[in-house]
């Protein structure tokens, strides 16, 4: 086994695996993982064989590519379905809910109010204090049209 720095080279892998690991925790993104698994890979394979130097470089660059691309191919063909796919995206949660216009809509664009929050929308030439139904969102801007009342259900007539 060659030794690094005084250390033995499983225990330098197992640690640079570790510290990937532990990279991979506080760095956005899925990558860091697959070099980790492939360093302590790497580590074990070095305890278990005594491999110099030379040869564990190349494990390690092996694994790492084997591990990066097998797993970009199952996430591309089981990719992973969120439970919320609109959690980063407010004004696509927005859609079919009422407002109120703020700022008149004059020449297709103009402010409404939903909550708390006002918003950018276009639609069509409404007043101030119309109640609107958002219908869609183009980034920022919500896209609206004027909210009609349902007409009153028609009575049954009894026999």
């Given at each position: 086994?060659?030794s690094?720095g005084?250390?033995d080279?499983?225990w330098v892998w197992?640690?640079?695996?570790?510290?990937?690991?532990?990279?991979?925790?506080?760095?956005?993104?899925v990558?860091?993982?697959?070099?980790?698994?492939?360093?302590?890979?790497?580590?074990?394979?070095?305890?278990?064989?005594?491999i110099?130097l030379p040869?564990?470089?190349?494990?390690?660059?092996?694994l790492?590519?084997?591990?990066?691309?097998?797993?970009?191919?199952?996430?591309r063909d089981?990719?992973?379905?969120?439970?919320d796919?609109?959690?980063?995206?407010?004004?696509?949660?927005?859609?079919?809910?009422?407002?109120?216009?703020t700022?008149?809509?004059?020449n297709?664009t103009?402010?409404?109010?939903?909550?708390d929050?006002e918003?950018l929308?276009?639609?069509?030439?409404?007043d101030?204090?119309?109640?609107?139904?958002?219908?869609?969102?183009?980034?920022?801007i919500?896209?609206?049209?004027?909210?009609?009342?349902?007409?009153?259900?028609?009575?049954e007539?009894?026999?």
């Open positions: 086994m060659d690094l005084g250390f080279a499983h197992i640690g640079i695996g570790l510290v990937l690991a532990a990279l991979e925790i506080m760095v956005p993104g990558y860091l993982i697959w070099l980790a698994v492939a360093a302590i890979i790497t580590g074990m394979l070095t305890f278990g064989l005594g110099g040869a564990q470089v190349v494990i390690f660059v092996s790492s590519l084997i591990a990066a691309f097998s797993a970009k191919r199952i996430l089981q990719p992973i379905t969120s439970s796919p609109l959690l980063n995206q407010r004004g696509g949660r927005l859609v079919g809910e009422m407002a109120v216009v700022q008149p809509i004059e297709g103009g402010r409404i109010k939903h909550g929050s918003w929308a276009r639609g069509p030439e409404l101030i204090g119309t109640r609107v139904r958002i219908i869609g969102n183009d980034g920022a919500l896209i609206v049209e004027p909210a009609t009342a349902l007409p009153p259900p028609e009575a007539e009894d026999a």
